[in-house]
Protein backbone atom coordinates (compact mmCIF):
# COMPACT_ATOMS: atom_id res chain seq x y z
CA UNK A 1 0.00 0.00 0.00
CA UNK A 2 1.04 3.30 -0.61
CA UNK A 3 -0.99 6.69 -0.76
CA UNK A 4 -0.06 10.23 -2.17
CA UNK A 5 -1.93 13.09 -0.96
CA UNK A 6 -1.56 16.77 -2.40
CA UNK A 7 -2.13 19.43 -0.38
CA UNK A 8 -2.51 23.18 -2.36
CA UNK A 9 -3.00 26.79 -1.59
CA UNK A 10 -1.53 30.03 -1.38
CA UNK A 11 1.03 30.93 1.25
CA UNK A 12 -1.21 31.26 4.84
CA UNK A 13 -3.65 29.24 3.97
CA UNK A 14 -2.38 26.32 5.79
CA UNK A 15 -0.83 23.61 3.75
CA UNK A 16 1.57 23.12 5.57
CA UNK A 17 -0.25 22.24 9.11
CA UNK A 18 -2.46 20.02 7.18
CA UNK A 19 0.41 17.90 5.98
CA UNK A 20 2.14 18.27 9.55
CA UNK A 21 -1.17 16.96 11.49
CA UNK A 22 -1.63 13.98 8.80
CA UNK A 23 2.14 12.99 9.10
CA UNK A 24 2.51 12.58 13.15
CA UNK A 25 -0.72 10.83 13.13
CA UNK A 26 0.38 8.13 10.64
CA UNK A 27 3.90 7.99 12.40
CA UNK A 28 2.23 7.08 15.48
CA UNK A 29 -0.02 4.43 14.03
CA UNK A 30 3.47 2.91 12.54
CA UNK A 31 3.44 3.91 9.14
CA UNK A 32 6.14 5.34 7.34
CA UNK A 33 5.47 8.94 6.18
CA UNK A 34 7.70 11.48 3.61
CA UNK A 35 6.84 15.09 3.00
CA UNK A 36 8.17 17.68 0.63
CA UNK A 37 7.34 21.37 0.44
CA UNK A 38 7.30 23.19 -2.91
CA UNK A 39 6.74 27.28 -1.93
CA UNK A 40 7.59 30.53 -3.53
CA UNK A 41 9.50 33.11 -2.21
CA UNK A 42 6.37 34.80 -0.70
CA UNK A 43 5.36 35.52 2.63
CA UNK A 44 1.14 35.36 1.24
CA UNK A 45 -0.62 34.58 -1.83
CA UNK A 46 1.06 32.19 -4.85
CA UNK A 47 0.86 28.95 -5.08
CA UNK A 48 2.18 26.77 -2.18
CA UNK A 49 2.12 22.50 -2.11
CA UNK A 50 3.41 19.32 0.05
CA UNK A 51 3.39 16.36 -0.95
CA UNK A 52 2.88 13.51 1.32
CA UNK A 53 3.03 9.85 0.48
CA UNK A 54 2.59 7.11 3.29
CA UNK A 55 3.03 3.68 3.36
CA UNK A 56 3.05 0.60 5.38
CA UNK A 57 6.72 -0.26 4.04
CA UNK A 58 9.35 2.17 4.09
CA UNK A 59 9.50 5.11 2.05
CA UNK A 60 11.66 7.95 1.37
CA UNK A 61 10.36 10.24 -1.70
CA UNK A 62 7.39 11.02 -3.34
CA UNK A 63 6.05 10.22 -7.14
CA UNK A 64 4.45 12.00 -9.82
CA UNK A 65 0.37 11.54 -9.44
CA UNK A 66 -1.88 11.79 -6.07
CA UNK A 67 -4.51 9.51 -4.78
CA UNK A 68 -5.73 12.70 -2.68
CA UNK A 69 -5.61 16.65 -3.86
CA UNK A 70 -6.45 18.73 -1.30
CA UNK A 71 -7.10 22.20 -2.81
CA UNK A 72 -7.21 24.93 -0.77
CA UNK A 73 -8.03 27.34 -3.56
CA UNK A 74 -9.95 26.71 -7.24
CA UNK A 75 -6.49 27.43 -8.86
CA UNK A 76 -4.65 24.51 -6.95
CA UNK A 77 -6.98 22.22 -8.77
CA UNK A 78 -6.20 23.75 -12.25
CA UNK A 79 -1.83 22.99 -11.62
CA UNK A 80 -2.16 20.02 -10.51
CA UNK A 81 -5.25 17.93 -11.96
CA UNK A 82 -3.05 16.46 -14.81
CA UNK A 83 -1.19 14.77 -11.52
CA UNK A 84 -4.18 12.67 -10.19
CA UNK A 85 -4.45 8.81 -10.57
CA UNK A 86 -7.58 7.07 -12.57
CA UNK A 87 -9.31 6.61 -9.00
CA UNK A 88 -8.74 9.66 -7.25
CA UNK A 89 -10.20 11.82 -4.58
CA UNK A 90 -10.30 16.12 -4.59
CA UNK A 91 -11.39 17.62 -1.73
CA UNK A 92 -12.38 21.63 -2.32
CA UNK A 93 -15.03 24.11 -1.99
CA UNK A 94 -14.40 24.85 1.55
CA UNK A 95 -12.92 28.35 3.30
CA UNK A 96 -11.18 26.64 6.53
CA UNK A 97 -8.36 24.31 6.24
CA UNK A 98 -9.29 22.05 9.96
CA UNK A 99 -12.12 21.31 7.59
CA UNK A 100 -10.09 19.38 5.65
CA UNK A 101 -8.61 17.59 8.77
CA UNK A 102 -11.72 16.23 8.87
CA UNK A 103 -12.22 15.07 5.89
CA UNK A 104 -9.30 13.33 5.14
CA UNK A 105 -9.17 11.56 8.29
CA UNK A 106 -12.92 10.03 7.40
CA UNK A 107 -11.54 9.35 3.79
CA UNK A 108 -8.62 6.98 5.40
CA UNK A 109 -10.66 5.37 7.96
CA UNK A 110 -8.56 7.15 10.94
CA UNK A 111 -10.79 7.60 14.21
CA UNK A 112 -11.82 11.35 15.02
CA UNK A 113 -10.58 11.17 18.66
CA UNK A 114 -6.43 10.72 16.62
CA UNK A 115 -7.21 14.34 15.54
CA UNK A 116 -8.98 15.85 18.52
CA UNK A 117 -4.84 14.35 20.14
CA UNK A 118 -3.37 16.70 17.60
CA UNK A 119 -5.34 19.63 17.92
CA UNK A 120 -4.87 19.33 21.75
CA UNK A 121 -0.65 19.08 21.09
CA UNK A 122 -1.71 22.44 18.74
CA UNK A 123 -3.01 24.17 21.94
CA UNK A 124 -4.80 27.50 20.01
CA UNK A 125 -8.23 27.40 18.64
CA UNK A 126 -8.71 23.69 20.08
CA UNK A 127 -12.87 24.86 19.99
CA UNK A 128 -12.99 25.97 16.53
CA UNK A 129 -10.25 23.44 14.67
CA UNK A 130 -12.36 21.06 16.52
CA UNK A 131 -15.86 22.41 14.95
CA UNK A 132 -14.42 22.63 11.76
CA UNK A 133 -13.06 19.17 11.09
CA UNK A 134 -15.86 17.60 12.76
CA UNK A 135 -17.94 18.57 10.09
CA UNK A 136 -16.04 17.62 7.62
CA UNK A 137 -15.50 14.56 9.07
CA UNK A 138 -19.20 13.92 9.34
CA UNK A 139 -19.67 15.18 5.68
CA UNK A 140 -17.66 12.95 4.28
CA UNK A 141 -18.95 10.08 2.75
CA UNK A 142 -16.40 7.87 0.82
CA UNK A 143 -13.51 5.80 2.09
CA UNK A 144 -10.18 5.08 0.87
CA UNK A 145 -8.87 2.53 3.07
CA UNK A 146 -9.40 1.41 6.45
CA UNK A 147 -5.70 1.91 8.45
CA UNK A 148 -4.90 -0.12 10.93
CA UNK A 149 -4.00 0.89 14.32
CA UNK A 150 -0.34 0.09 15.82
CA UNK A 151 1.63 2.39 17.86
CA UNK A 152 4.93 3.37 16.39
CA UNK A 153 7.64 4.53 18.10
CA UNK A 154 9.51 6.09 14.72
CA UNK A 155 10.71 9.99 14.68
CA UNK A 156 9.20 12.24 12.54
CA UNK A 157 11.53 15.11 11.61
CA UNK A 158 13.20 16.53 8.80
CA UNK A 159 16.88 16.93 7.83
CA UNK A 160 17.60 20.41 9.48
CA UNK A 161 16.03 19.23 12.71
CA UNK A 162 17.90 16.41 11.96
CA UNK A 163 20.86 18.53 12.13
CA UNK A 164 19.88 20.38 15.29
CA UNK A 165 19.86 16.74 17.22
CA UNK A 166 23.14 16.45 16.20
CA UNK A 167 24.38 19.59 17.10
CA UNK A 168 23.22 19.16 20.93
CA UNK A 169 23.87 15.74 21.92
CA UNK A 170 27.64 16.64 20.42
CA UNK A 171 27.47 19.34 22.66
CA UNK A 172 27.24 22.76 21.34
CA UNK A 173 27.86 26.16 22.59
CA UNK A 174 27.16 28.67 20.17
CA UNK A 175 25.33 28.70 16.65
CA UNK A 176 26.00 31.94 14.57
CA UNK A 177 24.01 32.86 11.21
CA UNK A 178 22.56 35.17 8.93
CA UNK A 179 19.19 34.29 7.70
CA UNK A 180 19.43 32.70 4.22
CA UNK A 181 16.74 29.90 3.12
CA UNK A 182 17.02 26.97 2.89
CA UNK A 183 19.36 27.18 6.30
CA UNK A 184 17.52 29.75 8.22
CA UNK A 185 14.90 26.77 10.03
CA UNK A 186 18.00 25.07 11.46
CA UNK A 187 18.58 29.07 13.48
CA UNK A 188 14.77 29.02 14.71
CA UNK A 189 15.44 25.07 15.52
CA UNK A 190 18.49 25.69 17.74
CA UNK A 191 17.09 29.24 19.15
CA UNK A 192 14.25 27.41 20.75
CA UNK A 193 16.42 25.05 22.85
CA UNK A 194 18.77 27.34 24.32
CA UNK A 195 17.74 27.36 27.94
CA UNK A 196 16.89 23.34 27.62
CA UNK A 197 20.59 22.36 26.07
CA UNK A 198 22.58 25.43 27.45
CA UNK A 199 23.83 26.92 24.24
CA UNK A 200 23.54 30.63 22.59
CA UNK A 201 22.17 31.32 19.31
CA UNK A 202 23.03 35.02 17.72
CA UNK A 203 21.86 36.08 14.09
CA UNK A 204 24.78 38.83 13.10
CA UNK A 205 24.14 41.24 10.52
CA UNK A 206 25.97 39.71 7.61
CA UNK A 207 28.08 36.13 6.62
CA UNK A 208 31.21 37.94 7.21
CA UNK A 209 30.64 38.73 10.38
CA UNK A 210 28.72 35.12 10.85
CA UNK A 211 32.69 33.06 10.54
CA UNK A 212 34.88 35.63 12.04
CA UNK A 213 32.51 35.01 14.90
CA UNK A 214 32.30 31.73 15.13
CA UNK A 215 36.37 31.73 14.46
CA UNK A 216 36.81 34.07 17.96
CA UNK A 217 34.33 31.73 19.79
CA UNK A 218 36.02 28.63 18.79
CA UNK A 219 39.38 29.92 19.72
CA UNK A 220 38.37 30.27 23.36
CA UNK A 221 37.13 26.35 23.58
CA UNK A 222 33.27 26.92 22.57
CA UNK A 223 31.94 24.34 20.31
CA UNK A 224 31.41 26.67 17.94
CA UNK A 225 28.81 25.85 14.52
CA UNK A 226 27.65 28.73 11.76
CA UNK A 227 25.27 28.30 9.00
CA UNK A 228 24.36 29.88 5.68
CA UNK A 229 23.72 28.97 1.99
CA UNK A 230 25.73 29.29 -0.97
CA UNK A 231 25.62 33.09 -1.67
CA UNK A 232 26.28 33.69 1.82
CA UNK A 233 29.26 30.89 1.69
CA UNK A 234 30.91 32.63 -0.71
CA UNK A 235 31.60 35.46 1.62
CA UNK A 236 32.87 33.18 4.32
CA UNK A 237 35.88 32.50 2.03
CA UNK A 238 38.08 34.35 3.60
CA UNK A 239 37.40 33.40 6.77
CA UNK A 240 37.08 29.81 5.80
CA UNK A 241 41.29 30.55 4.80
CA UNK A 242 41.83 31.38 8.21
CA UNK A 243 40.74 28.93 9.77
CA UNK A 244 42.42 26.82 7.67
CA UNK A 245 45.63 28.54 8.72
CA UNK A 246 45.10 28.92 12.02
CA UNK A 247 43.77 25.49 12.49
CA UNK A 248 40.72 26.60 14.22
CA UNK A 249 37.65 24.06 15.03
CA UNK A 250 34.60 25.01 13.24
CA UNK A 251 31.45 23.08 12.27
CA UNK A 252 29.94 25.01 8.98
CA UNK A 253 26.65 23.95 7.90
CA UNK A 254 25.86 24.71 4.28
CA UNK A 255 22.68 24.66 2.64
CA UNK A 256 22.25 24.72 -1.00
CA UNK A 257 19.62 25.44 -3.29
CA UNK A 258 19.73 26.77 -7.39
CA UNK A 259 22.46 29.43 -7.76
CA UNK A 260 24.29 31.15 -8.98
CA UNK A 261 23.32 34.92 -7.30
CA UNK A 262 20.34 34.76 -5.94
CA UNK A 263 19.26 32.34 -8.15
CA UNK A 264 15.62 30.14 -6.86
CA UNK A 265 15.64 30.92 -3.33
CA UNK A 266 13.41 28.19 -2.21
CA UNK A 267 13.98 25.47 -4.06
CA UNK A 268 16.77 22.45 -4.45
CA UNK A 269 19.77 21.79 -6.03
CA UNK A 270 23.22 20.45 -5.73
CA UNK A 271 25.28 22.47 -7.37
CA UNK A 272 27.68 23.68 -4.11
CA UNK A 273 29.84 21.00 -4.47
CA UNK A 274 32.74 22.49 -5.57
CA UNK A 275 32.95 25.56 -3.38
CA UNK A 276 32.26 23.23 -0.60
CA UNK A 277 35.86 21.33 -1.53
CA UNK A 278 37.68 24.21 -2.77
CA UNK A 279 36.35 27.84 -1.22
CA UNK A 280 38.96 29.56 0.33
CA UNK A 281 43.03 30.67 -0.86
CA UNK A 282 45.78 28.36 -0.78
CA UNK A 283 46.07 25.36 0.44
CA UNK A 284 44.42 24.04 4.05
CA UNK A 285 42.55 20.76 5.41
CA UNK A 286 39.05 20.91 5.49
CA UNK A 287 36.37 17.46 5.72
CA UNK A 288 32.91 18.22 3.50
CA UNK A 289 30.62 15.31 4.92
CA UNK A 290 27.47 15.03 3.05
CA UNK A 291 23.76 13.12 4.72
CA UNK A 292 21.02 12.16 3.09
CA UNK A 293 18.77 11.60 5.75
CA UNK A 294 17.77 12.96 9.02
CA UNK A 295 19.38 10.15 10.73
CA UNK A 296 22.58 10.51 9.00
CA UNK A 297 22.36 14.36 9.48
CA UNK A 298 22.98 13.25 12.94
CA UNK A 299 25.31 11.30 13.13
CA UNK A 300 27.40 13.46 10.33
CA UNK A 301 26.81 16.62 12.47
CA UNK A 302 28.25 14.74 15.54
CA UNK A 303 31.06 13.45 13.22
CA UNK A 304 31.59 17.11 11.93
CA UNK A 305 32.41 18.33 15.68
CA UNK A 306 34.72 15.26 16.81
CA UNK A 307 36.81 15.79 13.12
CA UNK A 308 36.77 19.71 14.04
CA UNK A 309 38.21 19.19 17.38
CA UNK A 310 40.70 15.94 17.06
CA UNK A 311 42.65 18.09 13.89
CA UNK A 312 41.63 21.50 14.46
CA UNK A 313 40.08 21.93 11.10
CA UNK A 314 37.11 23.69 9.50
CA UNK A 315 34.37 20.66 9.10
CA UNK A 316 31.73 21.45 6.35
CA UNK A 317 27.98 19.74 6.33
CA UNK A 318 26.14 19.99 3.13
CA UNK A 319 22.89 19.68 2.85
CA UNK A 320 20.03 21.15 0.57
CA UNK A 321 16.55 22.63 1.06
CA UNK A 322 14.99 19.05 -0.23
CA UNK A 323 16.90 17.28 2.87
CA UNK A 324 16.67 20.13 5.06
CA UNK A 325 12.83 20.80 4.80
CA UNK A 326 11.48 17.21 4.30
CA UNK A 327 10.05 14.97 6.72
CA UNK A 328 11.16 11.56 7.02
CA UNK A 329 10.09 8.71 9.44
CA UNK A 330 13.10 7.57 11.26
CA UNK A 331 13.27 3.92 12.50
CA UNK A 332 16.55 3.73 13.74
CA UNK A 333 18.45 5.61 16.83
CA UNK A 334 21.66 7.74 15.54
CA UNK A 335 24.90 6.71 16.56
CA UNK A 336 26.98 9.80 17.81
CA UNK A 337 30.13 9.99 17.92
CA UNK A 338 31.14 12.16 21.34
CA UNK A 339 34.09 14.50 20.94
CA UNK A 340 36.19 16.57 23.68
CA UNK A 341 36.63 20.42 23.66
CA UNK A 342 39.50 21.84 21.97
CA UNK A 343 40.07 24.34 24.98
CA UNK A 344 43.99 25.31 25.26
CA UNK A 345 44.12 29.03 24.26
CA UNK A 346 47.48 29.76 22.39
CA UNK A 347 47.99 32.32 19.76
CA UNK A 348 46.41 32.27 16.21
CA UNK A 349 48.01 34.09 13.50
CA UNK A 350 46.80 33.91 10.29
CA UNK A 351 50.43 34.68 9.29
CA UNK A 352 52.65 31.18 9.04
CA UNK A 353 53.94 30.92 12.30
CA UNK A 354 56.88 30.35 14.31
CA UNK A 355 56.73 27.62 18.03
CA UNK A 356 55.61 31.10 19.57
CA UNK A 357 52.77 31.53 17.75
CA UNK A 358 54.46 34.66 15.65
CA UNK A 359 54.66 35.46 12.06
CA UNK A 360 57.40 34.67 9.81
CA UNK A 361 58.83 34.64 6.62
CA UNK A 362 61.68 32.02 7.24
CA UNK A 363 61.56 29.61 4.31
CA UNK A 364 62.74 26.92 6.95
CA UNK A 365 59.53 27.16 9.37
CA UNK A 366 56.96 27.88 6.32
CA UNK A 367 57.79 24.03 4.50
CA UNK A 368 57.60 22.62 7.95
CA UNK A 369 54.43 23.79 8.07
CA UNK A 370 53.35 23.02 5.16
CA UNK A 371 54.68 19.24 5.69
CA UNK A 372 52.67 19.01 9.03
CA UNK A 373 49.39 20.23 7.06
CA UNK A 374 50.00 17.71 4.91
CA UNK A 375 50.80 14.91 7.67
CA UNK A 376 47.77 15.90 8.94
CA UNK A 377 45.81 15.63 5.49
CA UNK A 378 47.09 11.76 5.68
CA UNK A 379 45.99 11.48 9.54
CA UNK A 380 42.53 12.86 9.14
CA UNK A 381 42.01 10.31 6.11
CA UNK A 382 43.02 7.22 8.10
CA UNK A 383 40.98 8.16 11.41
CA UNK A 384 37.63 8.49 8.78
CA UNK A 385 38.12 5.09 8.01
CA UNK A 386 36.39 4.33 10.92
CA UNK A 387 32.72 5.89 9.91
CA UNK A 388 31.26 5.00 7.05
CA UNK A 389 32.21 7.52 4.41
CA UNK A 390 30.38 5.34 1.30
CA UNK A 391 27.10 3.03 2.04
CA UNK A 392 26.03 0.26 -0.11
CA UNK A 393 22.18 -0.27 -1.14
CA UNK A 394 20.38 -1.99 -3.18
CA UNK A 395 21.94 -5.58 -4.94
CA UNK A 396 25.41 -5.98 -4.44
CA UNK A 397 27.85 -6.94 -6.76
CA UNK A 398 25.05 -5.88 -9.55
CA UNK A 399 26.71 -4.94 -12.85
CA UNK A 400 24.68 -2.18 -12.27
CA UNK A 401 25.97 0.98 -9.74
CA UNK A 402 24.00 4.03 -9.72
CA UNK A 403 26.23 6.46 -7.49
CA UNK A 404 25.09 9.46 -6.09
CA UNK A 405 25.22 11.82 -2.67
CA UNK A 406 22.85 14.10 -0.30
CA UNK A 407 18.59 13.93 -0.55
CA UNK A 408 18.87 11.92 -3.76
CA UNK A 409 19.27 9.18 -1.57
CA UNK A 410 15.74 8.95 -0.80
CA UNK A 411 14.05 9.00 -4.39
CA UNK A 412 17.21 6.36 -5.30
CA UNK A 413 16.58 3.95 -2.37
CA UNK A 414 12.72 3.47 -3.63
CA UNK A 415 13.56 3.66 -7.61
CA UNK A 416 15.51 0.77 -7.50
CA UNK A 417 13.46 -1.22 -4.91
CA UNK A 418 13.10 -4.63 -7.54
CA UNK A 419 15.98 -3.55 -10.29
CA UNK A 420 19.27 -5.02 -10.59
CA UNK A 421 21.19 -2.53 -8.86
CA UNK A 422 23.15 -1.60 -6.73
CA UNK A 423 23.64 2.05 -5.27
CA UNK A 424 26.70 3.69 -3.88
CA UNK A 425 25.97 6.65 -1.54
CA UNK A 426 28.69 8.84 -1.02
CA UNK A 427 28.64 10.66 2.34
CA UNK A 428 32.55 11.82 2.78
CA UNK A 429 33.29 13.93 -0.29
CA UNK A 430 36.57 14.89 1.64
CA UNK A 431 38.44 12.52 2.44
CA UNK A 432 37.23 10.90 -0.22
CA UNK A 433 36.64 7.06 0.05
CA UNK A 434 37.99 4.31 -1.76
CA UNK A 435 35.75 3.46 -4.24
CA UNK A 436 37.42 2.30 -7.13
CA UNK A 437 37.38 -1.05 -7.00
CA UNK A 438 33.42 -1.39 -6.46
CA UNK A 439 33.22 0.87 -9.80
CA UNK A 440 35.92 -0.89 -12.00
CA UNK A 441 34.29 -3.31 -14.76
CA UNK A 442 30.54 -1.75 -14.06
CA UNK A 443 28.04 0.10 -15.59
CA UNK A 444 27.84 3.02 -13.55
CA UNK A 445 24.84 5.79 -13.37
CA UNK A 446 25.07 9.56 -12.10
CA UNK A 447 21.99 11.05 -9.94
CA UNK A 448 22.78 14.42 -9.36
CA UNK A 449 20.59 17.45 -9.05
CA UNK A 450 22.91 19.72 -10.81
CA UNK A 451 23.44 20.41 -14.49
CA UNK A 452 26.82 19.35 -14.34
CA UNK A 453 27.31 16.01 -12.34
CA UNK A 454 29.92 17.62 -10.04
CA UNK A 455 29.97 14.35 -8.00
CA UNK A 456 31.28 12.41 -11.26
CA UNK A 457 33.46 15.17 -11.68
CA UNK A 458 35.11 14.07 -8.28
CA UNK A 459 34.65 10.32 -9.38
CA UNK A 460 36.90 11.06 -12.10
CA UNK A 461 39.67 13.26 -10.59
CA UNK A 462 39.95 10.55 -7.32
CA UNK A 463 39.64 7.26 -9.32
CA UNK A 464 40.41 7.53 -12.88
CA UNK A 465 37.44 6.59 -14.12
CA UNK A 466 34.99 8.73 -16.22
CA UNK A 467 30.98 7.99 -16.42
CA UNK A 468 29.86 8.75 -19.78
CA UNK A 469 27.66 11.45 -20.06
CA UNK A 470 24.60 9.29 -21.10
CA UNK A 471 24.42 7.40 -18.38
CA UNK A 472 24.09 10.83 -15.93
CA UNK A 473 20.75 11.18 -14.68
CA UNK A 474 21.02 15.17 -13.97
CA UNK A 475 17.86 17.19 -12.84
CA UNK A 476 18.62 20.86 -12.66
CA UNK A 477 14.78 22.71 -12.44
CA UNK A 478 15.13 23.47 -8.46
CA UNK A 479 12.56 20.39 -8.04
CA UNK A 480 14.19 17.10 -6.37
CA UNK A 481 13.37 13.26 -8.52
CA UNK A 482 10.47 11.61 -8.09
CA UNK A 483 10.94 7.74 -7.77
CA UNK A 484 8.76 6.94 -10.38
CA UNK A 485 9.91 9.15 -12.69
CA UNK A 486 13.50 7.89 -11.79
CA UNK A 487 13.04 4.32 -11.69
CA UNK A 488 12.43 4.72 -15.60
CA UNK A 489 15.84 6.76 -16.27
CA UNK A 490 17.68 4.36 -14.98
CA UNK A 491 15.92 1.26 -16.41
CA UNK A 492 16.47 2.98 -19.55
CA UNK A 493 20.19 2.60 -18.39
CA UNK A 494 20.40 -0.78 -17.24
CA UNK A 495 23.29 -3.97 -18.69
CA UNK A 496 21.54 -7.06 -18.39
Known amino acids: M??????????????NILTNILGRTLVKQGYFVFYSRDYQSLIRGGHNFNVLTFSDKPIHSNESQVDILVALDKNTEEIHKHELKKKSFVLSGHDENMYYAGRLFKLLGLNFDLLEEEFKELGNRF??????????????????????????????????????????????????????????SLLGELAER?????????????????????????ITGAKTMIGTSGGGFDLMGEGLSLAGMAEIPLVIFLSQRPGPATGVATYTAQGDLNIARHSGHGEFNRVVLAPGDPKECQELTSQSFYLSQVFGIPSIIISDKHLGESFYTVTKKPKITPSRKLTSLTRYNSYEKDEEGSATEDAKIIVANIEARLKKKKEIDNDTKKFDRVKT??????????????????????AIEDLDVEFLQVLYIEPFPQIKKDLEGKNIILVENSA?????????????????????????????????????????????
Open 2 to 15: RISILFGGPAGTGP
Open 127 to 184: KENMKEAKEGYDEEKDNLCALKYEKGDSVFMNGNQGLAEGAVKSGIDIYYAYPMTPAT
Open 194 to 218: QLEDNLLVLELENEIAVINAGIGSA
Open 393 to 414: HGKKNSKNVVVSWGSTKGAILD
Open 452 to 496: TGMLGEVIAEKTGIFIEDKNKILRYDGRPFLHDELKKEIEKRLKK
